[in-house]
């Protein structure tokens, strides 16, 4: 069983996602980070730099129990072939490549999101210069989505699972989808999948 402690942020979310499509039994176990429980002794115990998602698993090697940051915990998307399709090694290749860009270029332009208009005028400064990075990097994503109907191809993987809790949120990026119609559609489509409506539901629906 895997200890889930996560919140419902886009981080926590595609890895509640991604459990739900491996069909792994998971626990959840929720840090509010709007009330600074991720400061709280009991979690830095498991995750040092204060941040979710972390998981907590039985199986590791030697089946001792081991803890990891659930975003760079390379068993977990190795649970399912799918995940990181092995047959096209093309795709394979755009399927890591995609997830990487997700991990360096759409967390840090949503972190910002939620809180421009009550920051000071360098965070409101940031927050549309990460709007615009967001931007740029959704007019590369249209490019891509005009030729094939997910992000690494024809199939859906987890580059889709870790992209999309970041894409829905693209009001708080000041971002009108309309003029990204190929994205609108991967979005919409992407939210569908009843892994992705109970992996989004998790720790709580908003």
């Known amino acids: 069983m895997i200890e889930l402690h996560t919140w419902g942020t886009p981080n926590g979310r595609k890895i509640s996602i991604m459990l739900e499509e491996c069909g792994l039994p998971y626990s959840v176990h929720k840090i509010d980070i709007s009330k600074g429980e991720q400061f709280k002794p009991e979690f830095l115990a498991i ?104 992000v690494a191809g024809a199939e859906y993987t987890i580059a889709d699972m870790s992209i999309f809790p970041w894409a829905s949120r693209h009001e708080w990026h000041t971002v009108d989808l309309a003029e990204f119609a190929h994205v609108k559609r991967c979005v919409t489509t992407s939210s569908r999948p009843p892994a992705v409506v109970k992996g989004m539901a998790v720790p709580y629906l908003n």
Request: charged content about 30%.
């Open 47 to 150: 995750s040092p730099n204060n941040r979710i998602p972390r998981d907590r698993r039985s199986d590791g090697p030697g089946g001792k129990r081991t803890t990891c940051s659930s975003r760079a915990d390379p068993a977990l998307p190795r649970r399912q072939d799918r995940q990181i399709p092995a047959g096209r090694q093309d795709q394979h290749y755009d399927t890591v490549q995609w997830l990487m860009w997700q991990m360096a270029v759409s967390v840090d332009a949503g972190a910002s999101a939620p809180f421009p208009a009550r920051g000071a005028d360098q965070d409101r400064i940031r927050h549309q210069a990460l709007c615009r990075r967001s931007q740029a990097t959704l007019r590369r994503a249209r490019r891509q989505l005009a030729k094939s109907e997910f």
